[in-house]
């Protein structure tokens, strides 16, 4: 089933995608490997959504942030692409985690955006190399930033 369709069946409606709050652009495509920016959970509202995990947010928290976080990877994918149809894989995925030094959950947390992707591009092409690392900073306070490499068709 292709990515789109898989989209339609899970029910979900994509963000628009994010704009850049730097001099950076969020997706960068050199031949056939698609690289994104860090992005940061933004909600319905269009608000992002903060804290520290082990402090004011949980495991349950962290993961509904690491998870509107990869819609908005998804968002970025499908504007910059057309269609998310391109992707053939996930092949890398960098999960910040803003915590406190006692949590040590960050694997946890970035399920969030891993199983979004996996129900979206299968098993295979869904499940790529990973790392989750906590931090005691991202960018205004958001509660995890991630970044991915995807290989695509030219």
Not at 28 to 48: C, I, Q, R
Not at 108 to 129: M, P
Not at 137 to 153: K, R, Y
Request: aromatic share 4%; charged share 20%; proline share 5%.
């Amino acid at each position: 089933m292709s990515a789109e369709a898989k989209l339609n069946e899970l029910g979900i409606e994509l963000p628009p995608a994010p704009k850049p709050v730097g001099v950076y652009k969020p997706i960068v495509v050199v031949g056939n490997m698609a690289y994104l920016s860090g992005h940061g959970p933004l909600d319905h509202k269009k608000t992002l959504v903060t804290g520290r995990l082990g402090l004011d947010m949980d495991v349950e928290a962290g993961y509904d942030a690491a998870r509107l976080t990869g819609l908005g990877m998804l968002a970025t994918l499908q504007s910059h692409l057309g269609s998310l149809d391109k992707v053939k894989r996930l092949v890398k995925l960098l999960g910040l985690v803003r915590c406190t030094d006692g949590f040590d959950q960050q694997p946890a947390v970035i399920n969030g955006c891993s199983e979004l992707f996996r129900d979206v591009f299968g098993e295979d092409a869904g499940v790529a190399a990973r790392s989750a690392l906590g931090t005691n900073a991202l960018p205004g306070g958001i509660a995890v930033e991630i970044e991915a490499i995807f290989e695509i068709q030219e």
